[in-house]
């Protein structure tokens, strides 16, 4: 967990302005001509958050399955080979999205959505951090509240992901239909293929 906050603080020291951006447009569409949202994202800046958002998707199933699972212990390994398994999944999903957006939607309002998916990635993150942390060192919280807890970031996120479709790229009740059936197949499948893999990985103990 101190990994990904050197991580996060270093994305921070090296473009402060960008967490502000991120939770300003956190639920609107606004495009890349706005004050609020027309900032160069540093390539930098760019790496480092994916490195942190990985890491504490990796680190948040993680703990989400050792509290549900009773596990007796933390293996470094089993989290690395999480860590693993979700960077492929992330990776494969991206350029499938990359792919279809590039066929289906203008660019324009393409590289809109990819700018307003990057800042609520990090918002999502940074949410997902503290409460990852609570998880782990707080007795106080059973396993069904870890779940919980870690549940409504997740739908948080998708619930605000389809409101940035639904600003940015649709224009009609088809889009709307479509840009819904995006984020299932794309966002909730990939979820439901990284929790699967980590719960084989823990279960069935590979890492051992």
């Known amino acids: 967990m101190l990994g990904l906050l050197i991580l996060a603080a270093a994305a921070y020291a090296l473009q402060p302005q960008a967490l502000g951006v991120a939770f300003r447009t956190l639920f609107t569409g606004k495009d ?3 004050v609020f949202i027309d900032t160069a994202i540093d390539k930098r ?6 490195l942190f958002a990985i890491g504490t998707l990796a680190m948040a199933v993680y703990v989400v399955l050792y509290a549900l699972l009773s596990l007796p212990s933390f ?24 792919v279809t957006a590039f066929i289906f939607f203008p660019g324009n309002q393409l590289e809109t959505f990819v700018s307003h998916y990057y800042y609520l990635t990090v918002c999502t993150a940074t949410v997902l951090y ?27 996120f998708l619930l605000i992901l389809l409101l940035k479709c639904i600003l940015i790229l649709v224009r009609s009740f088809k889009g709307f239909l479509f840009a819904l059936a995006y984020i299932l197949f794309y966002e909730v499948t990939a979820l439901a293929a990284i929790g699967a893999t980590a719960y084989f990985i823990l279960t069935n103990n ?3």
């Open 32 to 34: 890349r001509s706005s």
């Open 206 to 208: 590979i890492a051992q």
């Open 130 to 156: 503290p409460i990852t942390l609570l998880s782990l060192f707080w007795d106080a919280l059973t396993p069904n509240a870890i779940l919980w807890l870690h549940l409504a970031v997740i739908i948080a």
């Open 45 to 50: 800046v760019l790496a480092l958050n994916a």
């Open 75 to 98: 293996s470094l390994s089993n989290y690395a080979w999480i860590l693993l398994v979700i960077t492929a999944i992330v990776s494969l999903r991206t350029v499938a999205q990359a």
